[in-house]
């Protein structure tokens, strides 16, 4: 298994309140990525790296900033949370070129 | 833009039976082709792969063939247990969209004992 380790791996927070989510890799990959899971809207990128303080938006990237500080560590904050954003948040990675990506184990956010 | 196109679940099956989960895809370029799968509670998992017309990607009984006459990339296994109920999600990668993935919505498949 790919070594990617999401932090926390549940959450329920209030309206209003920052939260932050952790993806920690092993794998020294290039690529990292942030999705979302909701039931009939699939599996939505949120922001993705391609290298430290190289980052770029997805389809639904508002509300949302990230930071890559370390090869090994991509950051999802949510400045002020929202109710639309509970969600199944999972992280993935990708090694350059053409290779597929490998996803974290995902973190479970309610927001109240 | 590229796409994916799966067929919609959920599949409900006996166990022991044949599975088809259909898969077309649109591309401007020379994409790869993935499939993954989701157990309930779980992350997504890489099942298998290919990279080039006619490869065909296995793994765990499950296989699939890159159609570029059809576009297509069905999954099948030949005789399916209990243990396979999950989500398959279809997806692609070209170097033209920097290899970001593009999904398909996921079929859902149950099967029965």
């Known amino acids: 298994d790919a070594g990617i380790t999401q932090s926390p791996r549940h959450k329920v927070t209030e309206t209003g309140t920052p939260v932050t989510l952790r993806c920690h890799q092993t794998?020294?990959?290039?690529?990292m990525y942030w999705y979302r899971q909701d039931p009939g809207h699939g599996l939505r990128l949120i922001h993705y790296?391609?290298?430290?303080?190289?980052?770029d938006k997805g389809e639904v990237s508002d509300g949302y900033s990230v930071s890559r500080s370390k090869t090994e560590d991509f950051l999802l904050t949510l400045e002020s949370a929202t109710s639309s954003q509970t969600s199944v948040y999972f992280c993935?990675?990708?090694?350059?070129?053409?290779?597929?990506?490998?996803f974290g184990d995902g973190t479970r956010l309610s927001i109240l | 833009g590229d796409s994916v196109t799966q067929m919609e679940g959920p599949v409900t099956l006996s166990e022991e039976a044949f599975l088809t989960i259909n898969c077309t895809y649109t591309?401007?370029?020379?994409?790869?082709l993935f499939w993954y799968v989701q157990y309930p509670g779980e992350g997504l998992q890489l099942l298998l792969k290919?990279?080039?017309a006619d490869d065909k990607g296995s793994n765990k009984g499950f296989e699939a063939t890159y159609r570029k006459e059809t576009t297509s990339f069905h999954l099948e296994k030949g005789s399916v247990q209990v243990s396979d109920s999950a989500v398959y999600f279809c997806?692609?990668?070209?170097?033209?969209?920097?290899?970001?993935?593009?999904w398909g919505a996921g079929t859902k498949l149950i099967i029965k004992p």
């Open positions: 993935a990675i990708r090694d350059s070129g053409n290779q597929p990506q490998h």
């Open positions: 794998e020294n990959h290039r690529y």
């Open positions: 790296s391609y290298g430290v303080k190289d980052t």
């Open positions: 591309a401007t370029g020379y994409p790869s």
């Open positions: 290919a990279t080039k």
């Open positions: 997806a692609l990668s070209d170097r033209d969209s920097n290899y970001q993935l593009i």
